[in-house]
T-cell receptor, first 111, second 114 residues
Framework: GESVGLHLPTLSVQEGDNSIINCAYSNSASDYFIWYKQESGKGPQFIIDIRSNMDKRQGQRVTVLLNKTVKHLSLQIAATQPGDSAVYFCAERNSGYALNFGKGTSLLVTP | EPEVTQTPSHQVTQMGQEVILRCVPISNHLYFYWYRQILGQKVEFLVSFYNNEISEKSEIFDDQFSVERPDGSNFTLKIRSTKLEDSAMYFC????????????FGPGTRLTVL
C-alpha cells in the first residue's frame, strides 16, 4: 500500500553542524507534507510544512525541500543544537483527513 | 500559546475493561483527531471528527472504539473492551481547518492494558 518512510533510523551530528533528515513517500496524490519533532514522552510538535505546489520552504533554522519527481522530502536543520535531539517524523496527507506518518529518524546531537 | 491537553497522562487497566481517554482541543479549532503510537513505532491515525461526526477512520478504529464530543470543549475516545494490543500512547490533535492547517498534538495518554 501507500507508505511514507524514512531513509535512516538514526542520525548523529556534532553541535553546530547542519543536519539533513530524509523522507520518501509513495503516494503521488499527497499534497501536503509536515515535519514533526517528538521529544521523549511528549506529543509530536510541528516544525514546518510544505504544499505540493512548492519545492522549498524556510523557517527559523529549518528548511524543507520537496522533490515531487522522485517523491522525496528532506528537512535541513542549520547549526544543530543539543535541544534539537529528538525523533523527527515526516507526515503526508492526500485527499482525506488522516496524516500518514513515517517511521521516524532519531537525531542525536553530540557536543 | 494555546495547547491541546489530555487526561489522564497514564491509564492502567485490565484486559476487557472500558477506558475513556479525554482531550480538550484548542478552543477555536474545528477538526479533532485521535492517533496512537505503539512503543517504538510510528504514529498511526485512528479517527478524525468534524461537525459532530466522524469524517474519516482507519482500519484500527473498529467497533470497540468510539469518539464523542460531549460538550463544547471535551473530545473523548472510548475503548469498550480493551485488549493487550491496545497498549500504546494515544494522542489527541486538533486543527483550525483541514486544507491549510496542521494538527496540534496533545502530550498523550499512555494506556497500559494488563
Amino acid at each position: 500500500g501507500e507508505s511514507v518512510g524514512l531513509h535512516l533510523p538514526t542520525l548523529s551530528v556534532q553541535e553546530g553542524d547542519n543536519s539533513i533528515i530524509n523522507c520518501a513517500y509513495s503516494n503521488s496524490a499527497s499534497d501536503y507534507f509536515i515535519w514533526y519533532k517528538q521529544e521523549s514522552g511528549k506529543g509530536p510538535q510541528f516544525i514546518i510544512d510544505i504544499r505540493s505546489n512548492m519545492d522549498k520552504r524556510q523557517g527559523q533554522r529549518v528548511t524543507v525541500l520537496l522533490n515531487k519527481t522522485v517523491k522525496h522530502l528532506s528537512l535541513q536543520i542549520a547549526a544543530t543544537q543539543p535541544g534539537d535531539s529528538a525523533v523527527y517524523f515526516c507526515a503526508e496527507r492526500n485527499s482525506g483527513y488522516a496524516l500518514n506518518f513515517g517511521k521516524g529518524t532519531s537525531l542525536l546531537v553530540t557536543p | 500559546e494555546p495547547e491541546v491537553t489530555q487526561t489522564p497522562s497514564h491509564q492502567v487497566t485490565q484486559m476487557g475493561q472500558e477506558v475513556i481517554l479525554r482531550c480538550v482541543p484548542i478552543s477555536n479549532h474545528l477538526y479533532f483527531y485521535w492517533y496512537r503510537q505503539i512503543l517504538g513505532q510510528k504514529v498511526e491515525f485512528l479517527v478524525s471528527f468534524y461537525n459532530n461526526e466522524i469524517s474519516e477512520k482507519s482500519e484500527i478504529f473498529d467497533d470497540q472504539f468510539s469518539v464523542e464530543r460531549p460538550d463544547g470543549s471535551n473530545f473523548t475516545l472510548k475503548i469498550r473492551s480493551t485488549k493487550l494490543e491496545d497498549s500504546a500512547m494515544y494522542f489527541c490533535a486538533s486543527s483550525e481547518n483541514r486544507d491549510t492547517g496542521y494538527e496540534y498534538f496533545g502530550p498523550g495518554t499512555r494506556l497500559t492494558v494488563l
